[in-house]
């Protein structure tokens, strides 16, 4: 029945596009594109396979956008593509529009079972004269697909070929496929606030290099960033601190669904972080009865970590938690929920191990699976959870000895928030400094020798806010190194390589000027200068 249905769907298909090219060649016989090559498109994430065939496919005011009806969902992936389209060209191309007078060209969105597609990410992209088609298994597959495309329409259309404006999409085939499921970006919006419409940017932009997880670290020492409705002073309190002193924030419950909705559309997952036990003082600031430090509690808008600790041997903090767990997972579609557990360096050992215990059944409970920095192996937790390394290598290799997944985040190599060089205005050093190749030049799947590639689950590059208080400052950290730990996420370490990368980094200027972002214009990069030449391939 199923296969019936497709082959229905298959010849439907055919036809449209047999009656739309028997048009393109009564109208325009004569239109003669210049050679183009798909393979030297300046995408990134590199894609798996690219076979050029030289042509393009002319986007013009004629062309439409199909999509599958298996599901709402691809025509949403069809809509958001027509919307980048005019925002690039200011053409507006309809969605699944019944009339097909003027049609000469069409893009499909189409649904396919082939198993050539091995996950749901995976894509394929068939660029030819009159279609362009992209086919995935899942929505989420064709929305990467389309951040390809995105990636390939010139920023200036042609006017020479017919009489009106018309946008050269080189013609070919590209097969595609994440190396890593978890590819993410984490965001401290405690030590700094940030606001909705500042995270929708990032988001925007995190999306475009394929990011599929985006962490909030809502709370620390500094700013309790996230309403919960059963312990208000949280946020009455603690949500008007940050670091340096300045007037901190909060999102609402509506504010932060608001976020997972717009991270929804873009096929990202957001992951809610409260740390614990460690890095409270905010929390305990607002509730006294949550302090295990044993001392004054005042507000904190420093930058020291590791002095808090809530008490791991009261009730109240577990009732507490629980609230705080059930209140976010009921606004988290996702499934992961983050404990933090990082540094909390005045809570006796035995009673982290007690607290990370106990806070692990707290979340499964509420349906989550627990991700915890990488201290949180030294307690007995289940391998359904998580570790994410970002310091010690045992605790990475203890995981994977129990069967848990890591998200590899080594801070020597993909912490956002080290400085480039001696010269970054923004950024600390503890760690390294991290210029844009050393970014670049590793591997997630070999950076600890003992960890077997099945033992990672992906690759996060964190953010922390002490150095920065607003977006421009955000972008100058995060970009351009967030643009290659995407790569470092989606393709192997067979298809990486940095002279490659180097030219395609230079190359994302119109697009990331064309965003406002606040790039470092790192000097290792021979950055294009305008829209109207292409830095070439050596
Ligand atoms: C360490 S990394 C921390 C954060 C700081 C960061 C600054 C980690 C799990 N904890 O609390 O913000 O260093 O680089």
Redesign the pocket.
């Known amino acids: 029945m199923k296969k019936k249905i497709l082959a229905i769907k298959i010849a439907l298909f055919a036809l449209a596009i047999i009656s739309l090219s028997c048009a393109e060649k009564k109208k325009k016989i004569n239109l003669v594109f210049p050679e183009t090559n798909l393979a030297s498109e300046n995408i990134i994430p590199k894609p798996s396979k690219i076979i050029a065939t030289n042509s393009a496919f002319g986007l013009d005011k004629n062309t439409v956008i199909y999509t599958s009806q298996a599901s709402n969902e691809f025509e949403a992936v069809g809509q958001f593509l027509s919307d980048k389209i005019e925002e690039l060209t200011a053409l507006k191309i309809p969605v699944n529009s019944t009339e097909l007078e003027t049609v000469d060209r069409v893009i499909y969105i189409n649904q396919s079972d082939s198993l050539d597609l091995q996950v749901k990410e995976s894509y394929q992209l068939y660029i030819s004269k009159d279609s362009i088609i992209i086919n995935s298994m899942t929505a989420e597959g064709a929305f990467r697909g389309v951040q390809t495309l995105r990636q390939i329409i010139p920023e200036k259309s042609n006017d020479t070929i017919t009489d009106h404006a018309m946008w050269l999409v080189p013609s070919g085939k590209i097969i595609d496929s994440p190396n890593f499921e978890y590819r993410g970006a984490m965001l ?1 919006v405690a ?1 700094h606030f940030f606001s909705v419409s500042e995270i929708k940017k990032y988001i925007d932009l995190l999306a475009y290099y394929k990011i599929n997880q985006l962490h909030l670290h809502l709370t ?1 020492d500094q700013g309790w960033r996230i309403e919960i409705k059963s312990w208000p002073k949280l946020t009455s309190v603690s949500g008007n601190t940050e670091v340096g002193g300045g007037k901190g924030g909060f999102y609402t419950q509506e504010e932060y669904s608001e976020i997972v909705a717009y991270a929804t559309e873009h096929h990202m997952t957001i992951i809610p972080e409260v740390d614990m036990p460690g ?1 409270t003082n905010a929390a305990s600031v607002a509730y006294p009865i949550l302090n295990g430090n044993g001392k004054t509690l005042k507000p904190y808008t420093g930058t020291h ?1 590791g002095f808090s600790t809530f008490d791991a041997h009261k009730d109240t903090v577990y009732a507490f938690i629980d609230d705080v767990v059930r209140e976010i997972a009921a606004l988290t579609p996702g499934p992961y929920f983050h404990i933090g557990g ?2 909390s360096h005045v809570t006796k050992k035995k009673d982290y191990i007690l607290f990370v215990n106990r806070v692990e059944k707290i979340v499964q409970k509420h349906g989550k699976q627990m991700i915890g ?1 990488d201290e949180i192996m030294q307690a007995d937790v289940d391998s359904s959870s998580i570790a994410q390394h ?2 010690t290598k045992k605790n990475a290799t203890d995981a994977a000895a129990r069967g848990s997944k890591i998200i590899m985040s080594p ?1 020597t190599r993909a ?1 956002l ?2 400085k480039y060089d001696d010269a970054s205005i923004h950024g ?1 050093d ?2 390294a400094l991290i210029p844009v190749d050393t970014a670049y030049n590793w591997s997630p799947t070999t950076y600890i020798k003992e960890l077997k590639k099945e033992d990672i689950l992906g690759i996060e590059a ?1 953010l ?1 806010s ?1 150095t920065i208080a607003n977006m421009a400052e955000l972008e100058y950290l995060a970009f351009p190194r967030m643009i290659g730990y995407a790569e470092l996420g989606w393709s192997t370490d067979e298809n990486r390589n940095w002279e490659d990368f180097k030219i395609r980094l230079a190359n994302q200027t119109p697009y990331l000027n064309r965003m406002n972002v606040n790039y470092y214009p790192s000097t290792l990069i021979d950055w294009k200068k305008d829209t109207s030449d292409t830095i070439p391939k050596n």
Do not use: F, I, S, T
Request: proline share 5%; net charge negative.
């Open positions: 401290d030590r620390d890095h970590v990082d540094e920095w970002w310091n801070a912490y928030d080290m600390l503890w760690a964190p922390w002490e």
